[in-house]
């Protein structure tokens, strides 16, 4: 048993290509990318070692900035749209009828490719034949904006539909982490006389709080990398309105050649991700320790 | 005075009975109307976008966003069915998507099954190594990954989208399967040890068939991914007749700035093997987006 079991050749050749495929793809491209960093390079020609001017330049980059300040103004809203979603699949899961048709709909936009999702809103805001200005209209807006050309209008009018395409997905796993809480709990807390919003709050929330953190985790590493959408929308603009990191490095090296500098954004991206998980994870862990 | 105290708290009782009879319906009603306004939000847009499919411009500029069409225009769906190169995207799609969910749940399950049945001291680093994965964003590997298939000419070819769509869904696939795994009795694998069988029967013939369920859960969440993925082709894939569904339709799309229906259709013909899927597969769809909830 054991020695069949502990078959060193056996081992190397089921874990190997799996192992290999990460290392290749995932682990060294990340060390190149920070490598990249150093370098002044359009992409074709010859790389040139620039030391840290990359990075330097970097922090000098209010461009870049800006867009780092997009990344985490979507994370803060994906984060805060959480909460209507556990307020949704509190509602849901307390044995309303139709529930698990609704929860199915609310799925539906998860399955579209973010192309068709782009496309698609790009219509439902447009200017003067889009539903959004059409329902503005019969509202009496005199003049309603165009969303996507507005500056001070487009990164909301694609937090929108980033918060259309997860709402289902959120809500499912709050929906099914809901229903695993024991019925006993909730039985015997109405026995002594809670009511349903002290059940939710003080009982089921604390229940799942190891899931809300989880999708806290989702939400805000999602964001900080998010790029779908944006890329096909706006492409970052009008004028950086609505750039973000990840826009802003693929911007940097697939429109401006400049491939260097967007490795130096793309690793300070993954350095950004990074921490943001090891932060909620470690506040988290912390808020644990105390009795509530 | 020791009778009186009852017979309050019974009155008391009986009237908060009273509201809670009155609130209820109505309180149920009110929420109810909440997530059916909810669900509206969710579907209309995809309800808009078949009514729009089916209009000209004409009907499309001058009557109202929300009216039918006049008449269906269908010969919009056979336009944009002809005119672009839609069926070999599908295929294109199908190929790659079809082809990295086998591969990776073949190599994520051999992986899991040689860290939860098999003993060797690396086991748990290289776990480690898988899991971190998770947290990596793909940009970060996108300039040097472009580079490297350049250099071995594996950009612009299909074989580069199989690969990295694998190597990206190995973590999620292998932390789905080792739940499973590790809840998974071990008696007849034991047995068949004692038995002399090989390694390879035992994982090929017994373990893997037992799998299935988790099998079918991480193959629904892979193809998911892949299937709506959009950087990599957009980044490694040139030549058109490689195009994927997400990026040949986002440039076949560019050509009708101004046409609608044809937009609309595009767009539609693309999601309907989806919407056909999710009808058919619902419930296990949503237990592959339950199990992979870990990554966004």
Not at chain 1, 235 to 250: D, F, I, L
Not at chain 2, 78 to 106: C, D, M, P, R
Not at chain 2, 107 to 130: C, E, H, N, Y
């Amino acid at each position: 048993m054991n020695q069949v079991m502990a078959n060193k050749k056996v081992i190397f050749l089921y874990v190997a290509p799996a192992l290999l495929l990460v290392l290749v793809l995932v682990y060294i491209p990340i060390v190149l990318t920070g490598y990249y960093g150093l370098m002044k390079w359009d992409g074709i020609g010859e790389m040139e070692f620039i030391g840290l001017k990359n990075y330097k330049d970097l922090i000098q980059d209010h461009l870049f900035w800006d867009s780092v300040y997009h990344s985490f103004l979507l994370a803060l809203f994906s984060a805060l749209s959480l909460i209507g979603y556990l307020m949704i699949s509190i509602i849901l899961a307390g044995n309303i009828k139709g529930a698990d048709l609704l929860r199915k709909i609310y799925l539906i936009p998860m399955l579209l490719a973010s192309v068709v999702i782009a496309q698609l809103w790009m219509k439902i805001y447009h200017p003067s034949n889009g539903i959004l200005n059409h329902i503005l209209m019969k509202l009496g807006v005199v003049d309603p904006p165009s969303w996507l050309a507005d500056p001070r209008f487009t990164l909301f009018a694609i937090i929108i539909p980033v918060i259309w395409q997860y709402a289902g997905f959120y809500i499912l796993i709050y929906y099914a982490a809901l229903k695993n809480i024991p019925e006993e709990i909730v039985e015997a807390a109405k026995i002594d006389g809670a009511t349903p919003f002290q059940i939710a709050t003080r009982i089921k929330l604390p229940l799942i709080k190891s899931v809300i953190i989880v999708t806290i985790v989702l939400a805000v590493v999602g964001s900080l990398k998010y790029f779908d959408l944006i890329y096909i929308m706006t492409g970052g603009g009008p004028n950086g309105a609505s750039e973000v990191m990840a826009s802003y490095m693929y911007n940097q090296a697939f429109k401006g050649f400049n491939f260097g500098y967007a490795s130096a954004v793309g690793f300070f991206l993954l350095l950004i991700c990074l921490v943001a998980t090891y932060l909620i994870r470690k506040l988290a862990a912390t808020g644990q320790d105390t009795p509530s | 005075m020791d009778t009186a105290k009852p017979v309050q708290t019974s009155h008391r009782e009986k009237s908060l009975l009273q509201i809670k009879r009155l609130a209820n319906p109505v309180a149920y009603g009110i929420l109810y109307s909440f997530l059916i306004v909810v669900a509206a939000f969710q579907i209309y847009p995809i309800v808009w976008l078949f009514l729009f499919s089916l209009k000209n411009n004409q009907e499309i500029f001058n009557t109202s966003p929300f009216s039918l069409p006049t008449q269906p225009k269908w010969e919009n769906y056979v336009k944009v069915w002809i005119e672009g190169n839609i069926g070999q995207y599908f295929f294109n799609s199908v190929l790659y998507t079809v082809s990295a969910v086998v591969l990776t749940v073949l190599l994520a399950s051999m992986v899991t099954f040689a860290i939860t049945r098999m003993r060797w001291k690396a086991s748990q680093p290289v776990l480690g190594l898988f899991m971190i994965g998770l947290m990596i964003p793909v940009h970060s590997t996108l300039i040097p990954l472009f580079d490297t298939f350049t250099k071995t000419n594996l950009i612009d070819s299909p074989l580069s989208i199989i690969l990295s769509y694998t190597a990206f869904n190995l973590p999620i696939t292998i932390m789905i399967l080792l739940g499973f795994y590790e809840a998974l009795p071990r008696e007849v694998e034991e047995a068949a040890v004692m038995d002399g069988a090989t390694i390879h029967h035992i994982f090929f013939r017994l373990t893997l068939p037992m799998t299935s369920p988790v099998i079918a859960t991480t193959a629904i969440i892979n193809m998911i991914y892949n299937w709506n993925e959009f950087v990599f082709v957009n980044t490694f894939i040139s030549s058109d007749t490689y195009k994927t569904l997400t990026v040949g339709i986002q440039n076949f799309i560019g050509q009708y700035t101004t046409d609608w229906g044809a937009i609309g259709a595009t767009l539609m013909i693309s999601i309907l093997p989806i919407l056909i899927a999710f009808f058919l597969l619902s419930n296990r769809i949503v237990e592959g987006i339950t199990a992979g909830s870990v990554k966004g």
